[in-house]
């Protein structure tokens, strides 16, 4: 394994290599840092093997080719990541088409909700859907009016139904 890389440190660095430089940042940012760091060593292993500085300017040939054939071996690289990538793109993009037809099928759907009619229930029960005992309902409906009964008992259900208590002894639901 490989020791992590230094942090990016601001250098100085000849005008005529800038847009070299900007290059092999580009190329950098785009993960081919392995790669490019390898064929600089290669290059400048090369130079350093030549003691006879007059013999660079044809050397300069060979290096321009080896780093167009270096570019070339880049974009070919580049193209087939992107072509996986894109692979990946439509395999993830079928399978959550998928998921989500299959949910839609099988998920509730607000527009089609069936109605469904409350019945009247007695105290018990009304006071374990509004999360209470039966006497604390008692009590609540004794002492308050019968629209802030309502309004009290539409704030406690679950579904925001108000309840009215009448005369046969049972809490009738009243709508939304």
Known sequence: MSE???KSQMLRVPTALIPAVRELSRLHREGYTTALLQSLQDVIAEIDSKNDINS?????KHLEEKLDRLETQLKSDRQTLLQKLEKIETAIRTTRNSQ??????NSYNPHHQPTVELE????????????LTAATL????EKLTTAEF???????DPRSFGWEYRSDGFYHPIGQ
């Open 4 to 6: 992590p890389l230094p």
């Open 56 to 60: 660079l300017p044809t050397n300069t």
């Open 100 to 105: 989500n037809s299959r949910n839609r099928s």
């Open 120 to 131: 009247a229930f007695p105290a018990e029960n009304l006071a374990k859907r509004l999360g």
């Open 138 to 141: 008692e009590s609540e409906r």
């Open 150 to 156: 309502i309004s009290y008992t539409r704030n406690r």
